[in-house]
Nanobody, 126 residues
Framework: QVQLVESGGGLVQAGGSLRLSCAASGRTFSSYNMGWFRQAPGKEREIVAA????????FYAGSVKGRFTISRDNAKNTVYLQMNSLKPEDTALYYC???????????????????WGQGTQVTVSS
């Protein structure tokens, strides 16, 4: 089992930055692909970014490419999402999730992720 706890969300003006953190339990954290998802009110949950266990592979949704950066520190069992140049449309509840598969493949989907955190709210004002 994996437990995930997100933090770092908040209210920021358009153009600002936030850094989300996801602290994970478990001794096998480094073997998990990790992802960030978000869900806005009335919208379906969508993938934002993902990173392989070693950090050697990353994926970004087109809407955040060039603005967001996913990274991980396996020694700290933590994955991060650095969000720059935030836009109002980035407003959502952001979830951290873990994929227990050891391989990396595309495309990624919600169904790939077996473990989820409780979410952290990001609100970007215009």
């Amino acid at each position: 089992q994996v437990q995930l706890v997100e933090s770092g969300g908040g209210l920021v003006q358009a153009g600002g930055s936030l850094r989300l953190s996801c602290a994970a339990s478990g001794r096998t954290f480094s073997s998990y692909n990790m992802g960030w998802f978000r869900q806005a009110p009335g919208k379906e949950r969508e993938i934002v970014a993902a990173i392989s266990g070693s950090g050697g592979n990353t994926f970004y949704a087109g809407s955040v490419k060039g603005r967001f950066t996913i990274s991980r520190d396996n020694a700290k069992n933590t994955v991060y999402l650095q969000m720059n140049s935030l836009k109002p449309e980035d407003t959502a509840l952001y979830y951290c999730a873990a994929d227990r598969r050891t391989s990396w493949s595309l495309p990624l989907s919600l169904n790939d992720y077996a473990y989820w955190g409780q979410g952290t709210q990001v609100t970007v004002s215009s």
